[in-house]
């Protein structure tokens, strides 16, 4: 992990939820815990995301890279993950959108932070859409 993400993910557990920096002011940052899908490690990730119901939406633009985000192949793998939102901690399930469901929820991502239409943009790949669900405690 480097050392940007480890700030982020301290300065959103010391302070609730709540990061500065880039991330200021922004109510939509989430970290996931998922597991590895190599080593076997657990992996924590912050991401932004957006809301759907009680479901959460994550995107694995990568910044519009031409490769997948860790955490992508991660959820592949074992779609099981613990979601830190706020001060609030659950185990989730992660499933991909495709189709018409996959573009609503990505114009959905673009509507609160416009730099994920540059990011498909920028790669030949689909970017993929992923939706957590809450599991039952």
Known sequence: MNAFNENVIEEFRANGGKVGGPFEGNANLVLITTTGAKSGRAVTSPLVYVSDGD?????????????????????????????????ETYTGKAEFASGEQRAELYD??????PQFDDYRRNTTREIPVAVVHRQPA
């Open 55 to 87: 479901r959460i939406v994550l995107i694995a633009s990568n910044g519009g890279a031409d490769k997948h985000p860790a955490w992508y192949h991660n959820l592949r793998a074992n779609p099981e993950l613990t979601v830190e939102l706020g001060t």
């Open 108 to 113: 959905r991502m673009v509507a609160i932070m």
